[in-house]
């Protein structure tokens, strides 16, 4: 319980200094370097889904480790040959990024007269930083395998402190804001590097990097990585790529929108990653001792708090975008408003996707679901191309993503179905149905309310109290089982007992 508080107040402070670092950032650099952050930053932070592919995989070796065996012989193992193939990675991702990615800055991307200099020392900055991501890779997968959740959160915090810190440094910076805003934060990520390397080192003592890794171990840990990097690429194509395609067909102002609206998708689901977080390794170890009924108890679970959590953030935000970026923002960039909404409703789809993602990479068993979700996934870049190339809107790039997504927890479903025996009216009755319900009887009082007041704070303020007030007990219950009740009443009970008897003593 500890834990989840932290995770949350991490939560809580990471999203308010994110989307007021989003707007000093914006206001600071201006609308073309801030798109110029945007788009460059896509082809190396691309990587970044190569880094949380990692994760995903190595955590899951922990976690089989802990789960069959309970030991750390096992762990170490484990921790040596992940970096070992985090090496190897690394410098193909160098191979890549300095003769592909360089090509499509200059030969393919939209950059102002006069910007491409700064726009090449960004990109170079930020491969800088997602290396220093990769590296970090082991570590936090350790950390959250050992369910160490208190560290995390407060190492979350610093960093957010830093990067608030980095926004207060470029506001007295002179001359190219943009590359001193980009060495800032690569500082920034080699002092998170060094906290996970010293605490791992400090407090797992029997953890250790051997230079001869097991060779089995790299190679199973190799193939299964080389399967989730598919499904990284197509992560890749279906967000960064189609970020590019904006670029080309729209220009730079419009990825300072997409700058905008993933700001918001981080805010939103913010909550929903703390979930799977924390639920992720109890579920892997579940699966892997074979208790089959607690893992598909704790996926349901998790699927509808995450989803829950984001509905109860992203409505609000939907109902009054227009007033918010008036208050958030000194200059709106064009078409973020549909953006914005369009952008919930991707949220919405990734948290009740995730979870079931998870759930297939703990039986091992990934290939032909890699390679169909992949598939799906990598058409978004022609169909985007083609609906741009007819005419169609900038925001339609969400449309065509978000249909995708429902054909991606489709296929998600069903290969959970097989390879967990997870059974689907299970999860779409205890989910989907339930969720359905609360929002549909929710959502209506809000919207009237909302319908008859004019933009402002005051609209914000009852139309996110009455939605809050109306989600949270319909959810409560009509969202959750008899027993989901029963659980959450125990802990508040314990709470309140615990704080009773403080007081009396």
């Not at 082809?43 to 949380?52: E, H, I, N, P, Q």
């Not at 091992?364 to 799906?376: D, F, H, M, N």
């Amino acid at each position: 319980m500890k834990n989840s508080v932290f995770m949350a107040f991490r939560m809580f402070v990471s999203m308010g200094v994110s989307l007021y670092t989003s707007r000093v950032v914006l206001q600071q650099l201006g609308l073309t370097d801030f798109g110029i952050f945007n788009v460059v930053g896509s082809l190396s932070v691309m990587m970044a889904f190569f880094t949380g592919a990692l994760i995903t995989a190595i955590q899951r070796f922990y976690n089989i480790e802990l789960g069959e065996h309970g030991g750390r012989a096992g762990v170490q193992k484990v921790f040596s040959a992940s970096l070992a193939c985090i090496f190897a990675i690394v410098l193909l991702f160098l191979l890549f990024s300095e003769s592909v990615g360089l090509w499509l800055l200059n030969e393919v991307l939209s950059i102002p007269e006069g910007h491409y200099e700064v726009a090449g020392y960004a990109y170079q900055l930020s491969l800088a930083i997602v290396i220093c991501e990769m590296f970090r890779v082991p570590y936090n997968a350790l950390i959250i395998a050992y369910e160490k959740m208190a560290f995390y959160a407060y190492n979350s915090l610093v960093e957010t402190g830093l990067k608030l810190l980095t926004i207060l440094l470029l506001s007295l910076a002179g001359g190219q804001k943009l590359v001193s805003y980009m060495w800032l934060l690569v500082g920034v990520a080699i002092m998170i590097n060094a906290s996970y390397m010293i605490y791992v080192h400090r407090y797992m003592r029997a953890i250790r990097f051997v230079v001869r890794a097991d060779r089995k171990v790299v190679g199973e840990i190799g193939r299964f990585i080389g399967w989730n990097m598919l499904s990284a690429v197509s992560n890749v194509a279906h967000l960064q790529g189609s970020a590019m395609l904006v670029n080309v067909f729209f220009g730079v102002a419009f990825n300072a929108t997409i700058g905008i609206a993933n700001q918001i998708k981080t805010a939103v689901t913010s909550v929903a990653r703390s979930v799977h977080l924390a639920g992720n390794p109890q579920m892997i170890q579940n699966y892997a001792s074979g208790e089959h009924g607690k893992f598909v108890e704790l996926l349901i679970r998790v699927t509808k708090i995450a989803v829950g959590m984001v509905l109860l953030t992203g409505i609000p935000v939907v109902f009054n975008i227009e007033y918010i970026l008036s208050v958030w923002l000194t200059e709106i960039p064009p078409a973020t408003v549909p953006f914005v909404k369009l952008m919930v409703l991707f949220c919405v789809i990734y948290a009740l996707s995730e979870p079931l993602k998870d759930a297939i990479l703990a039986s091992g068993t990934i290939a032909k679901y890699q390679l169909l979700e992949s598939i799906c996934w990598i058409m978004s870049l022609p169909l985007i191309y083609v609906v741009f190339r007819v005419g169609f809107e900038s925001y339609y790039v969400l449309v065509v993503l978000n249909i995708l997504g429902l054909i991606v927890f489709c296929v998600r479903l069903m290969f959970a179905s097989r390879l967990c025996d997870i059974r689907k009216a299970q999860f779409v009755n205890a989910v989907l149905l339930r969720l359905t319900v609360v929002v549909a009887v929710a959502i209506v009082p809000t919207w009237l309310v909302g319908w008859q007041m004019d933009s402002g704070i005051l609209r914000l303020l009852i139309t996110s109290g009455l939605w809050c007030l109306m989600f949270a007990s319909l959810f409560y219950l009509v969202g959750m089982t008899r027993t989901e009740r029963n659980g959450i009443n125990s802990v508040v009970n314990k709470m309140l007992f615990r704080k009773s008897k403080q007081h009396l003593t």
